[in-house]
């Protein structure tokens, strides 16, 4: 890979494979609008949008690092894992994102029955703001809630009915932390800990806690998100260096749902390349 024709490297996207409201087609294109060299697709516990994220970037002539955003828990703190560039056909991943998946359909029958008992929703509402196979989540309920007339926006959602707090939301059924790293770099992929310090999603791991989980094959932490002050950055920085951790960054674009924007946050060149170095159950689809 020739880091100099990837100029703007994004590696946290989202589409509505998961909670994203773009195709992974529509996903590809309008990174490829927005002049970046390579965007990853990495929607959450699911890699199904991987063939046609595929398709797109070879028709764009743009790059593409294939991952996925796992939801596990370490130390009984709900922890996001980037892994990019796994084997999907490893059983133990399939299985696990077949576990997952189940997971997040309880999950969601049962907020939404906690929430119809108050509001005029249903499981029909719910479904159709989710794309077919879309891995069910908080984001297709608040936008349920929106046409239905009971809130704004996503953002008012997140920030009262179906905040973590809230009496209607149900906390995830996730797997370790350290047996999804595990699985992950057995499948031949680069375990990367998302947005480690963003403290507004909730309680976030101690140096040592990260510490420990690279001992165990975390390969770098998502240093570059909105949610990081600069003294999350420069702390995650230093934490990083000291572990010989890979350091990435990304917007966690999805699509309408968020403010966030394509390529805010970005990956350099360098990290790219020691992320590909370690991989190997799926190559980057290289920009042309």
């Known amino acids: 890979m020739d880091p100099g024709r990837s ?7 989202h589409s509505t494979a998961s909670d994203g409201t773009a195709t992974p087609t529509e996903l590809v294109t309008q990174a490829a609008r927005a002049a970046i060299g390579t ?14 994220a595929a398709d797109a970037a070879t ?8 991952g996925t955003e796992f939801s596990t828990r370490f130390r009984g703190l709900g922890l996001h894992l980037l892994a990019y560039l796994y084997d999907p056909g490893d059983p133990a991943i399939v299985r696990m994102q077949g576990e997952l998946r189940e997971a997040r359909w309880e999950r969601a029958r049962e907020m939404v029955r906690r929430l119809a008992a108050d509001f005029p929703l249903t499981w029909d509402d719910v479904a159709a703001q989710a794309a077919d196979d879309a891995t069910i989540g908080r984001p297709h309920l608040a936008d349920a809630l929106v046409v239905a007339g009971v809130i704004d926006s996503r953002a008012e959602g997140f920030a009262s009915i179906l905040h973590s707090s809230s009496p209607y939301v149900v906390k995830h059924k996730k797997p370790d932390t350290v047996a999804v790293i595990q699985a992950v770099r057995a499948a031949g992929g680069v375990p990367i800990l998302a947005h480690p ?6 309680p976030i791991t101690d140096d040592g806690g990260i510490r420990a989980l690279a001992a165990q094959g975390l390969a770098g932490l998502e240093v570059a998100h909105r949610d990081h002050t600069p003294a999350d950055r420069a702390r995650l920085n230093v934490l990083a260096i000291g572990l010989g951790l890979i350091r990435t960054g990304g917007s966690d674009w999805h699509g309408a749902g968020k403010p966030n924007r394509l390529s805010e946050e970005r990956t350099t060149p360098a990290a790219l390349e020691a992320i590909a170095a370690q991989a190997t159950g799926v190559p980057i689809l290289e920009r042309r």
Do not use: F, M
């Not at 028709?59 to 294939?66: A, E, Q, S």
């Not at 310090?197 to 909730?202: E, F, L, M």
């Open 39 to 52: 965007i990853a697709i990495t929607d959450h516990d699911t890699s199904s949008s991987w063939p046609e």
């Open 7 to 13: 100029p703007v490297i994004d590696l946290h996207a």
């Open 197 to 202: 310090a963003a403290r507004k999603r909730g």
């Open 59 to 66: 028709r764009l002539g743009i790059g593409l690092v294939r």
